[in-house]
């Protein structure tokens, strides 16, 4: 008679392995963004105009280029402004402590994009947007002091600090 034990032994090991895996990776359908909308799986997400110094967008990003591309910029190009992108996928990401949200996106072509959606929101790169200005209550030093107290937590990156930063003398 054949003994199976040491096999069950084995599936059983590997199932436990695999269960907190399998768990783990729960599909997520909606996500409820910073300028106050919930975005779920195929909605269209508008886009402002890019932040970038050639008008591209700085916080969607191309993903797995299957060729070489003849555009030098990983981010959409500034052809996109004023229009819209099709949720694919919403992903949580963790990052230096922080929760961060990211959409898989598709632009009409060949290509996904990741857009890290709260971050493309403070820049505008995706309206209607929810943009860091001064209230009533505090100067532009104010903000830009807040601001800079969020780089040094993490909260924010150089980039976003930066543009911010531009948004606030600009006004």
């Known amino acids: 008679m054949l003994n199976l034990l040491p096999v069950m032994k084995k599936v059983s090991i590997l199932i436990l ?3 907190p895996l399998l768990t783990k990776a729960q599909k997520i359908t909606s996500y409820k963004a910073a300028n106050g909308i919930t975005y779920h799986l195929n909605d269209t ?20 280029i299957p060729f070489p591309s003849p555009h030098p910029s990983p981010g959409l190009p500034k052809a996109f402004t004023n229009s819209g992108v099709i949720i694919k996928n919403i992903i949580k990401d963790h990052l230096n402590g ?14 996904r994009f990741s857009v890290y ?7 505008c790169e995706v ?3 929810q943009a860091s200005t001064p209230t009533t209550s505090g100067s532009v030093a104010d903000e830009i002091k807040k601001l800079k107290e969020l780089l040094d937590s993490g909260a924010l990156t150089q980039a976003e600090f930066d543009a911010q930063k531009k948004k606030l003398l600009n006004e």
């Open 98 to 111: 922080i929760d961060k949200y990211m959409f898989i996106v598709g632009a009409g072509g060949p290509f």
């Open 45 to 64: 997400v508008r886009l402002g105009k890019g932040s970038g110094n050639n008008g591209s967008f700085l916080y969607i990003e191309q993903r797995g």
């Open 17 to 19: 392995l695999l269960v």
């Open 117 to 123: 959606i709260d971050d493309a929101i403070l820049a």
């Open 127 to 129: 309206v209607p947007c």
